[in-house]
Nanobody, 115 residues
Framework: QVQLVESGGGLVPAGGSRNLSCAYS????????MDWHRQTRGKSRELVARIFPSGETIYVDFAKGRFTLSRDTPKNILYLRMRNLKSDDTAVYSC?????????WGQGTQVTVSS
């Protein structure tokens, strides 16, 4: 059974940093990409950053220069390091693994940035 579990959320002051982790377990074959998304109440979920099997990463505009996505393959952990956080970054952050057959999602972790 595939399971993704995020951790690291919490309350952080504006301008501060937060490191999120996504630990995945179970057999996942033919991974296409892994990524982080976020969702604010009342809004649609949006992509934050994505990593490809090659290790290449892409970021959406609001994440460029502030967020860093990395992967520890032996430990099966996906990281999202966030710095210079703003109130607009307040959201539930979720990780996802995409395979040819289906997507796997974690339950999400809340990040709240206080102004």
């Amino acid at each position: 059974q595939v399971q993704l579990v995020e951790s690291g959320g919490g309350l952080v002051p504006a301008g501060g940093s937060r490191n999120l982790s996504c630990a995945y377990s179970g057999r996942i074959d033919n991974v296409d990409v892994m990524d982080w998304h976020r969702q604010t109440r009342g809004k649609s979920r949006e992509l934050v950053a994505r990593i490809f099997p090659s290790g290449e990463t892409i970021y959406v505009d609001f994440a460029k220069g502030r967020f860093t996505l990395s992967r520890d393959t032996p430990k099966n952990i996906l990281y999202l390091r966030m710095r210079n956080l703003k109130s607009d970054d307040t959201a539930v952050y979720s990780c996802r693994t995409v395979t040819a057959l289906q997507d796997y999602w974690g339950q999400g972790t809340q990040v709240t940035v206080s102004s």
